[in-house]
Nanobody
């Protein structure tokens, strides 16, 4: 069973950048569609970005388009989320997740495997 571990979170000033990593063990990420999600205190979990197995299909929630980039390195069994021009409203716990569905799901409910999350705090 694949296990996911996120890293790279932290405290950053508004306008700064962070790169989150999601490393997998126990299985190859190349067979999974991948997603990044976030959850702020008192808020529902939000889909931030999703990506197909090959990386050819990517989607982003409107609030991060042009600022965040999802990518993957299947050889390293790792998925990334590059976050630029960070805003205070990006503050949340960020999770990566993996899905074995046919199409690339946008709903968190369709992702079967989850990491433990990494905190991102953006100070204004």
């Amino acid at each position: 069973q694949v296990q996911l571990v996120e890293s790279g979170g932290g405290l950053v000033q508004a306008g700064g950048s962070l790169t989150l990593s999601c490393a997998a063990s126990g299985g190859s990420l190349s067979i999974f569609h991948m997603g990044w999600f976030r959850q702020a205190p008192g808020e529902a979990r939000e889909t931030v970005a999703t990506m197909s197995r090959t990386g050819s299909i990517k989607s982003y929630t409107d609030s991060v388009k042009g600022r965040f980039t999802i990518s993957r390195d299947n050889a390293k069994n790792t998925v990334y989320l590059q976050m630029n021009s960070l805003k205070s409203e990006d503050t949340a716990v960020y999770y990566c997740a993996a899905a074995l569905t046919n199409g690339v799901p946008k709903s968190a409910l369709e992702y079967a495997y989850w990491g433990q999350g990494t905190q991102v705090t953006v100070s204004s």
